[in-house]
């Protein structure tokens, strides 16, 4: 499975961004979609998920309420960030998982998030 993240871009804080991920070679073996980021000098976190048909979906505590994962056609999915923060400046990371395991295994190869003050 190869995956391509893009849409990220430089915002003022409070502003929005809308990130896209396409999913390719054997997508049929995808169960969760997810996004992480990473800021300098940090670890990788993880950001939001949607499990399989797009029922359940969890987010990490800080972007709840201004972030929203979403599935397009099984193929892709999306990250809608709205009223962003400057600690949300970020390598944003899409990623993919098959049933049965818990650690993502399919990366993308991130898109910079950066939001100014």
């Known amino acids: 499975v190869q995956l391509q993240a893009s849409g990220g871009g430089l915002v003022q804080a409070g502003g929005s961004l809308r990130l896209s991920c396409a999913a390719s070679?054997?997508?049929?073996?995808?169960?969760?979609r997810g996004w992480f980021r990473q800021a300098p000098g940090k670890e990788r976190e993880f950001v939001a998920e949607i499990i399989s048909n797009g029922a359940v979906t969890s987010y990490k505590d800080s972007v709840k309420g201004r972030f929203t994962i979403s599935r397009g056609n099984k193929n892709t999915w999306f990250l809608q960030m709205n009223s962003l923060k400057p600690e949300d400046t970020a390598i944003y990371f899409c990623a993919a998982r098959p049933p049965g395991i818990s650690d993502y295994g399919y990366w993308g190869q991130g898109t910079q998030v950066t939001v100014s003050s």
């Open positions: 070679g054997r997508t049929v073996g995808i169960y969760a």
